[in-house]
């Protein structure tokens, strides 16, 4: 299957600094990445949209100020956690899928572990 | 709404067989998968199904039955490393995933 890879796995970070996670698809291009947050014992909660080379689209209860999304080329799109606090801290995962092919199965990345102190 | 319903923990015994259930209401329908995630990992492509019916895939088989709004993931010989979450998506009429709150299986020696 195709190979998505999230960098960095885990980062621990002080309470107002910000965070870049990359997420970058590496044998196919990725028309469409998503970026996920969960939290222990629950399931991924959709954070945001992104298609390359336009404005991520951010699901409702998201701040765009603060999660940060960039979706630069096909193959690389970033999440940036600005002015991190500790209850920012989660597990944070990509995805990306090549909808431009039709129905494809969504490839993750091996997600971010995020702890804010 | 969007709605998807999984039992949220579910207890089998290594060798045997588990079902595990999904019902779903969404804003259309473009297939349903099945993705399985070990605790701080990312989830794992299983299956997808989009036409009623059996998919087989080894160990692992899905159903899909469009009409009920139904799906099943069923696990045979059940090995300890299969204890994980199962997660049940489905794809509605923007091709947006709409995720289920997954199933974590507890494999029993």
């Known amino acids: 299957g195709a190979v998505v890879s999230q960098h960095p796995s885990w980062v621990i970070c002080k309470s107002g600094t910000s965070v870049k996670i990359e997420c970058r698809s590496l044998?196919?291009?990725?028309?469409?990445m998503f970026w996920y947050r969960q939290f222990p014992k629950q399931s991924l909660m959709l954070m945001a949209t992104s298609n390359e080379g336009s404005k991520a689209t951010y699901e409702q209860g998201v701040e765009k100020d603060k999660f940060l999304i960039n979706h630069a080329s096909l193959t690389l799109s970033t999440l940036t956690v600005t002015s991190a606090h500790p209850e920012d801290s989660s597990f944070y995962i990509c995805s990306a899928r090549d909808l431009d092919r039709g129905v494809t199965e969504a490839f993750f990345g091996q997600g971010t572990r995020l702890t804010v102190v | 709404g969007q709605n998807i319903d999984q039992p949220t923990e579910m207890t089998a015994t290594e060798g045997a067989i588990v079902q595990i259930n999904c019902t779903y209401q969404?804003?259309?329908?473009?297939?349903l998968f099945w993705y399985q995630q070990h605790a701080g990992e990312a989830p794992t492509f299983l299956s997808y199904n989009v036409l009623d019916g059996l998919e087989e895939k080894g160990r692992f088989s899905s159903f899909l039955s469009r009409s009920k709004g139904y799906s099943y993931l069923l696990l045979k010989e059940l090995q300890m490393k299969d204890s994980a979450s199962y997660l049940c998506a489905v794809q509605d009429s923007n091709y947006q995933l709409i995720w289920g709150a997954g199933t974590k299986l507890i494999i029993k020696p």
């Open positions: 044998d196919f291009q990725a028309t469409t």
């Open positions: 969404t804003s259309g329908f473009n297939g």
